[in-house]
């Protein structure tokens, strides 16, 4: 199934030993998914978005018995709440896996410039960075494209066997001005498109980003930081989670379904 959700109020989405499961995204559509079946069933999505996060393209699998003439779509939204929406549901070889077999996943991060103030509806969605110079970040992007190793931009939790990545493409635009909102300066929408991410390294590059752009950090020190390996050496902080949406990820032809249930 593909999912899209805003993320504000959740402790990310998966189910954390201790806490309220319904407090995460997983934790709520598999209450949901209990709901319709009357029995509990593990959702395995894509990626582990922290709390905070929002998504417009998650995708997510489980595994469950035939029901001929359910509508799995609308009857998980009825006992979702409003903040999580199924777009889609379809069934799957069984070999699909929505982690495992994900080609690449992108990212966007918003990031609002205005310093003075955010509006109601973009807090939720975007970090009020402040004054931000847009080329200077676009400087800094450039240096991201390619097959690098990210452990600097790890942070701790979540170890891995290899924190090389490979980023396909890394692109920074203007938004349109949000009219009412003076002085009118285009909030900036950063998007990463990477074969994996480590944790919170998406969150990482945003952060060093918007360094680069306030002018507290010099685009060309990026090769030294990557060099390093060593989480210690970025000393600019990682951005917050609000600005950060899963919006794609790509799957083999044989499984890219969603594509065609719109």
């Known amino acids: 199934m593909a999912l899209a959700y805003d993320g504000t109020d959740f402790q990310g989405w998966q189910i954390q030993e201790g806490k309220d499961p319904y407090q995460t995204i997983q934790g709520a559509s598999e209450a949901a998914l209990f709901a319709i079946l009357g029995e509990k069933i593990r959702i395995t999505g894509s990626g582990r978005t922290d709390a905070g996060v929002s998504a417009t393209g998650q995708i997510a699998h489980f595994d469950a018995d035939a029901a001929p003439g359910l509508d799995f779509r609308r009857a998980l939204n009825s006992h979702l709440p409003k903040s999580i929406r199924v777009l889609a549901v379809a069934p799957a070889s069984p070999s699909f896996h929505a982690r495992k077999s994900a080609l690449y996943k992108t990212y966007t991060y918003l990031f609002w ?15 009020p960075a402040g004054p931000l110079d847009a080329e200077k970040m676009r400087v800094a992007t450039a240096k991201f494209v390619g097959v690098h190793d990210f452990a600097s931009f790890q942070n701790a939790g979540t170890p891995q066997k290899s924190t090389v990545r490979t980023v396909y493409s890394i692109f920074l635009k203007e938004l349109p001005p949000v009219s009412g909102i003076p002085p009118h300066i285009p909030p900036l929408a950063l998007s990463v498109t990477a074969n994996g991410f480590l944790k919170q390294m998406a969150r990482n590059i945003a952060g060093f980003l918007a360094e680069a752009g306030k002018g507290r950090v ?14 210690s050496i970025l000393k600019t902080p990682t951005a917050p989670p609000q600005g950060l949406t899963l919006s794609y990820v790509a799957y083999p032809p044989k499984d890219s379904f969603f594509l065609e249930m719109g």
């Open 113 to 127: 410039r205005d310093p003075i103030v955010i509006p109601p509806f973009a807090w939720r969605v975007m970090y």
């Open 218 to 231: 010099p685009a060309d020190s990026l090769p030294g930081i990557l060099a390093a390996r060593d989480r």
